[in-house]
């Protein structure tokens, strides 16, 4: 599907593209996935809407991931963490899902929004 704001998008337990995102001054490949149920449900506004907020706040959004990975750490967090999948609910709230060097069965979460918090996947999912 074509989406106007998520752009080509397919369904698959969800709505998915791939993408990148910048942290820590590398490149990472990243699946961007808007939850839903069933393709029936399609994408909604909430989504769309903290899509946008994503895009236009990309680069202070990226900044304070960072600080938040690496005010957690105790190492490096640009070698502990490794970023997954920009996941939006259906409520607009999202989150950057990441895997976990010392934690490889939970991961981490970065909420976004509507609040910047860290939490296991487990926690968050």
Known sequence: MNNA?????????GWNKKSTIELFGYSY???IKAKAYFEEEGI???QE?????????KDNIQKTIEESL???SNINASERFTP???LFQRDGSYALLLDDAEDTDNGIV???APNVKLLTQDEYL
């Open 49 to 57: 809407a903290s899509f946008v907020d994503f895009i236009y706040k």
């Open 5 to 13: 704001t998520f752009g080509e998008i397919k369904f698959d337990t």
């Open 29 to 31: 490949a990243i699946i």
């Open 44 to 46: 909604t506004s909430e």
């Open 70 to 72: 690496q005010d957690f």
């Open 84 to 86: 997954r999948t920009l």
């Open 110 to 112: 970065v909420c976004i």
